[in-house]
């Protein structure tokens, strides 16, 4: 028996209309766990470099973690994984909800879809019987009104359906899959699932999950039950409210955004706001959310409530959850969160990425302002703010006039209409728009973390460091002495020594090593919840979450009945991270493309910067050019992946 | 019949404060595994979370005793402006719908609010629900006695509705003759 996983995969060929239960290796789960680790060996394995986005080739992967299903908390992951229309290298985007525990009470592990089916089509999946049906009486249908037409359609209210809307059909690089009251947004997954024909997968199950020792794993739900308790009555008194507890920022319930609001950078990521929130702000937003709010919404077996059922005036009742609620008034320059209630609805039904497509609208904006675009590209756009962005959103979604630019992603977009645009894009890495923040200070961890996360999104490798030093020396010392998270006893001296201003302080401090020691601690957290199917908000994206390193062995040993301690757990997650940047190195990625957003920081230190990524890049065990040397190959028995790169000339004989 | 004293067990739900997050059924059915723990499927819970999550419904209902026939006519109710399909607050399991049945064997799932030896102190959906939603409640009434029925009792008396008595008596009998 299979303990946690179900070990079966589900292939599906939509060109030829082929559905195949496949039995999975059980020594795949041993070297890459579940999840994403496991996506990316079958995304080495099967998709080679030449395959692009819209490529037949290009598989599309939809997989629970390992513990989703299981009574862990918060297990609800899907990891959606392909090669990005808009990054060419492999994108991961996840989304919470009710999709991967279904799917793992059907009996698979994965849905794993290649070719492209001629006419639109959705995939129904309930147990052991698994069709492809019609779906072009769906074409142009909104991402969330699918799922509720093809719940009513099966007669199936428990059916999970994850859907994409406009914006995908049409190929719109930043086009998201939506379900629930979560999306899996970054990078254009949406986007492939379109060009596959492919409207959307409904699941249902009625199967068991197994877990090999399940008394001992209800020992650790116990525990963490009363851990989550206690932080749920007790938020950290150090940071500001919307950071203090667990979950993804619980922005549904927080109406105070003023860390948000002032920090983060308004327009097409250009202006702080340093003095955005006032009493008035604070008076209206009060309103308007409280209003707007009918009910907080969970994930699967998830306590804490980061989503909200929205029912704003006439907008038709929706889900709404986390940063979404500030992307697009932020980027409008709209101080009315009244806005963000009406545009989200209209964004996700077409089934858009929050935090590129509003960057994408104030970079259109932009380029009108600048003459770039003409009025006559914009002949029929309303003139106020407001107008101007949704008018901007439904071009964008249906492809039309300029929106075909736009569809395409900033970077894209820019090099498309010329006559200077790319200027304008000045906020994205690797060709993807990064999160809105211009800052003063170069920081050492923030550096390296924007320039060499396989993810391309900083959400998806920060989290449990605070983003900067306690001013106070008894703050810093009351937030180490209860940090029973950290891996190490000694980056609580780090963290002590972190100061705002001198000698120890950014961008010298951390110091490169102290920095490479930081940022791997933290992205190895990552590929852990990544793994297992863990939401960020209780792993690596919190300060002091409820799972960390030295619980994660326990419910794994627990769950597949097998022992493991911290170490072996992390030579797997190391496994999957070495070959999925061996995926990308694959594909080009190098050292040349490692680099923030120029203007990300005010102050740069180019030796600084390049001391930092050598010596990250050693630390991680990848030679000079960012690419893993055969001797970390082998140390994590990746000693084809070492071969396979030689032979391209990407790792060169030798060399290391 | 003589009077005794019996303690009735009840679980409130505040079904206003629910987020719809399934861990009473993940819980449900994970103890109500054999042997306890081993195994979760929300199938077989005998809590349900009724859910239309954009008409604001989110009903946690746990399954009550196993009716052989549907009802003559069936309620629908509309509160606070909420339409509730009919069957929304009813615990049976019932020949019209696959709800409160093993999804296996097909036969009816009865709360038993997780009787066990020694007690728990509560139910375990409800100490799962850590947002409040389901409360716990014990009050002594006094009743006419009658035999308890046993979840082997509930069980066959299905079969029995569904295939007849001499059918169920012929296969026992036949698994017993087999040993």
Known sequence: MRYAETGYNLEIDLTTGSIERVETDPKMTDLHLGGLGTSVKIHWDRVSPEVKAFDPENLLIFSTGLLCGTPAFSANRTLVSFVSPQT????????????????????????????????????????????????????????????????????????????????????????????????????????????????????????????????????????????????????????????????????????????????????????????????????????SQTEAIKRFVSCFNCPQQCGALICHEDVPPYLMKCFSKLTYAMAAYVDDLDFSWRICKKAFEYGLDSFSTPQILAFAVELYEAGIFTDKDFEGCPTDKEGRFYWLLDKLARREGIGDYLADGTYWAARRIGKGAEAFDHNTTKKHEQMNIKLGMLDPLYFLMFATNEKISITQIEGNWPQAPFPSKEARQSFVDDWPQLPDEKFKKYFLDWEPRGENSNPYYPTPEISSEIVDWMEMLHNIDDALG??????????????????????????????????????????????????????????????????????????????????????????????????????????????????????????? | MAKIKKTIKTIKVDADKCNGCRACEVICSAYHSEPKYSSINPARARIQ????????????????????????????????????????????????????????????????????????????????????????????????????????????????DKHGFQKVIDAIALMANRG
Request: with cysteine; aromatic share 8%.
């Open chain 2, 49 to 160: 979370v009724i859910t239309h999550r954009l008409k604001d419904i989110w009903l946690p209902v746990f399954a009550g005793e196993y009716t052989p026939a549907e009802c003559m006519g069936r309620d629908k109710y509309i509160i606070d402006g909420k339409e509730y399909d009919e069957c929304s607050f009813c615990r049976a399991a019932c020949p019209s719908r696959d709800m409160f049945k093993d999804p296996d064997s097909g036969l009816p799932l009865k709360c038993d609010m997780c009787e066990s030896d020694p007690p728990l102190a509560q139910p375990k959906c409800v100490e799962a629900c850590l947002n409040d939603v389901l409360i716990y409640q014990e009050r002594v009434e006094e009743v006419e006695e009658e035999a308890e029925q046993s979840a082997i009792q509930t069980g066959l008396e299905a079969l029995v």
């Open chain 1, 88 to 287: 060419d290298l492999l994108a991961y985007p996840m989304m919470g909800g009710f999709w991967s525990s279904e799917l793992k009470y059907a009996g698979y592990d994965k849905v794993i879809i290649r070719g492209k089916s001629p006419k639109l089509v959705y995939i129904w999946i309930h147990n052991d019987k698994v069709e492809i049906r019609d779906a072009t009486h769906l074409k142009g249908k909104g991402a969330l009104e699918t799922q509720e037409l093809i719940r009513e359609e099966l007669k199936d209210p428990k059916a999970q359906v994850a859907a994409i809307g406009l914006a995908g059909e049409n190929r719109v690089f930043v086009a998201s899959i939506e379900q629930s009251r979560s999306s899996s947004a970054r990078g254009g997954g949406g986007a492939v699932m379109g060009d596959k024909g492919l409207k959307a997968i409904a699941v249902r199950g009625t199967k068991d999950v197994n877990l090999a020792r399940g008394a001992e794993f209800m020992v650790q739900v116990q525990e963490m039950t009363k851990f989550i308790k206690h932080r749920n009555e007790n938020p950290l008194k150090e940071v500001m409210p919307i950071m203090s507890g667990l979950g993804s920022p619980q922005m549904m319930k927080h109406i105070d955004e003023k860390w948000h609001t002032e920090s983060f950078a308004w327009g097409n990521a250009r202006v702080r706001r340093k003095d955005f929130w006032t009493e008035e702000i604070d008076k209206n937003w009060t309103k």
């Open chain 1, 534 to 656: 863990l939401c960020a908000g209780m792993g690596s994206f919190c300060f002091k979450p409820a799972y960390h390193i030295h619980n994660y062995p326990k419910f794994i040993s627990a769950a597949m009945g097998v022992d493991m301690d911290e170490e072996s757990l992390k030579k797997i997650v190391n496994r999957s991270r070495n070959l999925h940047r061996a995926f990308n190195n694959r594909r080009g990625m190098t050292r040349a493309d490692e680099k923030p957003p120029q203007d990300h920081w005010k102050h740069r230190f180019p030796e600084l910067e390049e001391k930092l990524l050598t010596t990250y890049y050693e630390f991680k065990g990848w030679n000079y050019d960012g690419i893993p040397t055969r001797k970390r190959l082998h140390e994590l028995d990746l000693d084809y992946v070492a071969d396979d790169l030689e032979q391209r000339g990407i790792l060169k004989d030798g060399q290391d």
